[in-house]
């Protein structure tokens, strides 16, 4: 008989073909392989990078998930106005020209917006592998920054904020390098003629652009940049000249840009209605208080921007959007923003009380933990664009745009994954979990217990520097707040939980093994505690 030479199926629990055995060990001699690659490559990282490195690959991959189930990113109507900005236009300065710029570039070289918020992603993720960095070198433990880091990424109110199509992101990004920033500075303070270290003049340029970043992102962030600048220059002896000369720069360029460059180049100034909202609703709540305070002259001013029923009915001490979007009231209170704005003056020297109060009342997203009213609760939670397009799908501006596809979420993993992360977003909007997951001001109070105690153990009041954003942006919003948005507190959001590993700090730092310290000698724990404030 003529022999068979193709082999019978093996039977079960036979032993297997040599064969098999062979393609067996040379797949396990490849995954031998890689592992030997990837050990020599992490072999090649400084062993000070290696935490930082892994710290910003494990924030990414999180990042890269809530990027993928919201692509191209999450949005609201003001998202759809930076699209109508730079694609049907005109551009107006009403938000972020720089940001608008950002938009333009993302849609304009990749076709979408994808890659506006990747960069958001891979932004946010160094800045925490670089606090990480900055952090150890004061002797707090990189473990726990780094599991601050990943878990911060990892709840869905702070995860999903980076993937947002908003200002507000790369606002808050800015505001939060300067933590680690200031970190890394302080660690090398005290050493030998450190004054002319290349690196502090590094680190202090750092920060200039910083501040630079947090004017050109919003609106009011010239006020937010001069109140931190004050207690930058107040605590941190030895380069209180140039600080106080880079933000003074920052803030002046600002000026410079918005008042003069950009109306040069055809953006159009943002419309009064806008600017002055805030002060409008001050004038609302206080007629709805106090009527008797306004002279009949005045009365007939207010009159003709909406009667005043609507101005009482309208006010709300918490927001200004019902008093600002009145029927007919924009248009109106532009043509006579001017008087308007004289009266609230007025109205602030005869009773300032009422102002005053209305401010700190609409300022409570910045200092309220638990919201007493339903009014006062957090605001800005959204997981997708409405069919309607915010109320603009049947505009010129929206129907016929190039870029219609991109004013909504096209879900990279499926819709399974989406449903999954909305499922999650959601859930971390349970109003009992409001006071930690979504208000800044819970963490502000963090990020000073954090940094205070800090200060008082190394007895180095220089670290003071490090809450001083947080003291800015919480003054500003205090000061002149339209609605209780939490994104206007997004920035404390992001830099208390990573002032928790504080606590952990060793009471006086051990000497780093960093590789800028290699080339030179490596300080004793008592020179890197930093100089006092003289």
Same mark, same amino acid.
């Given at each position: 008989m003529p022999i068979n030479e193709t082999a019978p199926p093996a039977r079960s629990g036979a032993v297997p073909a040599p064969q098999a055995r062979t393609d067996r060990s040379a797949d396990l001699k490849e995954v031998g392989q890689i592992r030997r690659h990837v050990a020599g490559?992490?072999?090649?990282?400084? @062993?000070?990078?290696?935490?930082?490195l892994a710290t910003y690959l494990a924030? @990414?991959?999180?990042?890269?998930?809530?990027?993928?189930?919201?692509?191209?990113?999450?949005?609201?109507r003001d998202s759809i106005i930076y699209i109508e900005h730079v694609t049907t236009g005109p551009w107006v300065d009403d938000n972020s020209v720089l940001y608008d710029s950002m938009v333009w570039l993302s849609l304009h070289v990749t076709g979408d917006l994808g890659a506006l918020t990747l960069g958001q992603t891979a932004a946010m993720a160094a800045a925490l592998a670089y606090t990480v960095f900055a952090f150890r070198r004061l002797g707090v433990p990189g473990r726990w920054t780094a599991i601050a880091a990943v878990i911060l990424v990892a709840v869905p109110s702070t995860g999903t904020f980076v993937v947002f199509i908003w200002k507000d992101i790369p606002f808050s990004i800015c505001a939060y390098l300067m933590v680690p920033t200031l970190a890394h500075l302080i660690a090398l303070r005290g050493r030998p003629d450190w004054r002319r270290d290349r690196r502090v003049s590094r680190l202090v340029w750092a920060l200039g652009l910083e501040m630079f970043g947090v004017c050109l992102f919003r609106q009011d962030g010239f006020m937010i940049v001069g109140i931190a600048a004050v207690v930058l220059v107040l605590v941190l002896a030895g380069i209180r000249i140039r600080l106080a000369a880079l933000a003074a720069a920052a803030i002046g360029i600002t000026f410079v840009l918005n008042l003069f460059v950009f109306p040069a180049v055809g953006i159009q100034r943002p419309p009064n209605s806008l600017l002055f909202g805030p002060a409008n609703a001050d004038l609302a709540v206080a007629y709805a208080d106090s009527p008797g305070t306004f002279t009949p002259a005045e009365l007939k001013l207010m009159a003709r921007v909406a009667p005043l029923a609507e101005w009482k009915s309208s006010a709300n001490c918490y927001t200004s959007n019902p008093t600002t979007f009145l029927p007919g009231f924009p248009a109106k209170s532009q043509q006579l923003a001017g008087p308007l704005f004289r009266l609230w003056l007025q109205i602030l020297k005869r009773a300032p009380q009422l102002i005053i109060s209305a401010r700190i009342c609409r300022g409570s997203i910045a200092w309220l933990v638990f919201p007493g009213t339903t009014s006062a609760e957090t605001g800005d939670y959204l997981s997708g664009v409405p069919p309607d397009i915010y109320g603009t799908a049947d505009t010129p501006q929206v129907r016929n745009n190039p870029y219609r596809a991109d004013m909504a979420t096209r879900p990279l993993l499926g819709t399974f994954v989406y449903h999954g992360a909305v499922i999650l977003r959601e859930a971390s909007e349970t109003p009992q979990l409001s006071w930690i997951l979504w208000r800044g001001a819970t963490w502000s109070y963090v990020a000073y217990l954090a940094v205070v105690a800090f200060a008082l153990r190394r007895k180095n009041w220089a670290l003071i520097s490090m809450a001083a954003i947080v003291l800015g942006q919480q003054l500003m919003v205090l000061a002149d707040n339209p609605i209780q948005a939490f994104r206007y507190m997004a920035a404390p959001l992001l830099i208390g939980p990573m002032l928790v590993p504080l606590f952990c700090a060793r009471n006086r730092p051990s000497p780093p093994a960093c590789a800028d310290d290699q080339a030179g000698t490596n300080p004793d724990a008592a020179t890197l505690n930093g100089a006092r404030i003289a």
């Open positions: 490559l992490v072999a090649k990282v400084p @062993q000070p990078g290696r935490l930082p924030c @990414q991959v999180i990042l890269l998930f809530w990027w993928a189930a919201f692509y191209p990113g999450l949005m609201n």
